[in-house]
């Protein structure tokens, strides 16, 4: 008798530990829900103080309650930039409401000189995953009117994109650029390739990206500037952060998006050469710092806000151990003063440059950790970001960036990308999974999710 009662008793409390976890989970997911509805409502009030006082304008300035343009004349950055946004948080009314406003007042036949990387990924982007979201080929035609307009970019000796381009005229100017913005273009017009059936999209956007890692260092690195008329570097300075990082980011995702080999190829000659060269064992911690693209030295260790994509891009790639250890000093930063800085000296833990941007890259690694590892643990990690997010940035009338993370001061200023990017990234980190199927898209640089159709 008794030998049977052990398995018996076994059993039981096998059962019983499954239906606490069950439980648990439950509570976990009830939890994570009211936090997506309070992301969600956060959201509405930036977007609804865009739309009473910046409405058909680039850009709210939250602070003075006032409309901005980029470029003197309204692109309709922040409704092309928040439309996805609107669509994944059933937001039907509003969403309906932006995209009447684009295909009634979207115009791109004006006499101006933009930047092609920014419109590229902000508006290109914006339209392109929302066409696929909706189905509405009305978005789909600006789009092609777009690209045909930016087309002239790359008529550069070395085929690598000049910085601006006049939309009207074609002309070009600004010829001493970065690997970002020359290698940021491939998903968005290989994108518009495919839906359009146009190569010369795919072929430029792609020939910017070969050329760029063409003149790599015999090391394996890249510079952070680079003159397209005579593909020389004008500077050597090698890192993750801005002016390099979606370079790197794009060289895996346009395998993943396309299944075009080159770049993976490229990606695997590349990313030795960072986890050699870049990285940085400081108290335990890991931080990606600066090095010489020809010695491999360390130039400097700082490290910042747009680092801080980095854990995401290793966990997409299959680092998982690295992503992990890049992203505990991601949240070290964003701790030593309630909100992260644009950009730290890990070295000495000061605060190099004190502003906070309103930035999305540590919430989108947040969530790629998230997805790829099930662990609470970056939820938490989320819910305080968020918190902090909302106690520091919030204002009567929207959302604004941080002066000054230590003393908090805000300044005017609430860029696209917080409804493109930073809310999104946050909602997606607690929404139920089906809200989107990360597994089906690929995120640009902007976080536009963009369909995995071929």
């Known amino acids: 008798m008794p030998a049977r009662i052990a398995p018996i008793a076994f059993l039981l409390a096998a059962v019983a530990a499954f239906a606490t976890h069950g439980c648990g989970r439950s509570r976990q997911d009830e939890h994570a829900r009211q936090i997506a509805a309070r992301v969600r409502t956060e959201f509405l009030h930036a977007w609804n103080n865009y739309g009473r006082y910046a409405w058909g304008h680039d850009v709210l300035r939250p602070l003075s309650k006032t409309a901005h343009d980029w470029y003197g004349q309204s692109l309709l950055m922040t409704p092309v930039d928040a439309l996805d946004t609107l669509v994944l948080m059933r937001l039907d009314a509003e969403a309906a409401r932006a995209r009447s406003l684009i295909v009634s007042d979207l115009s791109f036949d004006r006499d101006i000189y933009v930047k092609n990387f920014e419109i590229t990924i902000r508006l290109l982007g914006g339209l392109l995953s929302s066409y696929q979201l909706t189905g509405d080929k009305r978005l789909l035609s600006l789009a092609e009117d777009l690209g045909n307009r930016l087309l002239p970019v790359f008529n550069s000796p070395t085929g690598l994109p000049y910085v601006y381009v006049n939309l009207h005229t074609g002309q070009t100017r600004d010829a001493v650029t970065n690997p970002a913005e020359t290698g940021t273009l491939l998903l968005e017009f290989g994108t518009l390739s495919k839906l359009t059936g146009r190569p010369v999209f795919y072929e430029k956007a792609k020939r910017a990206l070969v050329e760029t890692f063409k003149r790599r260092s015999p090391l394996g690195l890249v510079g952070e500037s680079i003159n397209v008329e005579t593909g020389v570097w004008t500077s050597t300075d090698s890192h993750i952060s801005g002016g390099i990082d979606s370079y790197?980011?794009?060289?895996?995702?346009?395998?993943?998006?396309?299944?075009?080999?080159?770049?993976?190829?490229?990606?695997?000659?590349?990313?030795?050469?960072?986890?050699?060269?870049?990285?940085?064992?400081?108290?335990?911690?890991?931080?990606?710092?600066?090095?010489?693209?020809?010695?491999?030295?360390?130039?400097?260790?700082?490290?910042?806000?747009?680092?801080?994509?980095?854990?995401?891009?290793?966990?997409?790639?299959?680092?998982?151990k690295r992503a992990r250890r890049l992203q505990a000093s991601s949240f070290k930063m964003w701790k030593l003063h309630g909100i992260e800085p644009e950009t730290l000296d890990y070295k000495t833990m000061r605060v190099v440059a004190r502003s906070y941007r309103l930035r999305p890259e540590i919430v989108e690694s947040t969530y790629y950790l998230y997805h790829y590892t099930d662990d609470p643990d970056y939820r938490r990690m989320g819910e305080k970001m968020f918190d902090d997010f909302v106690k520091y940035c919030r204002t009567e009338a929207g959302y604004a960036a941080l002066a000054d993370v230590i003393s908090k001061q805000q300044r005017d200023e609430m860029e696209s990308f917080v409804l493109a990017e930073t809310f999104k990234y946050f909602y997606l980190l607690f929404a139920p999974p089906e809200t989107l199927q990360f597994d089906k898209v690929i995120f640009n640089t902007e976080a536009h999710p963009l369909r995995r159709m071929w």
Not at 296 to 319: E, M, N, Q, V
């Open 248 to 320: 790197y980011e794009y060289l895996w995702k346009c395998w993943l998006l396309f299944g075009d080999k080159d770049c993976r190829d490229m990606w695997d000659a590349s990313i030795p050469a960072v986890n050699k060269y870049l990285p940085d064992e400081i108290g335990g911690g890991l931080w990606h710092g600066h090095a010489d693209m020809q010695t491999g030295k360390r130039t400097k260790t700082i490290y910042g806000a747009l680092d801080a994509f980095f854990p995401g891009l290793l966990a997409l790639s299959g680092d998982l």
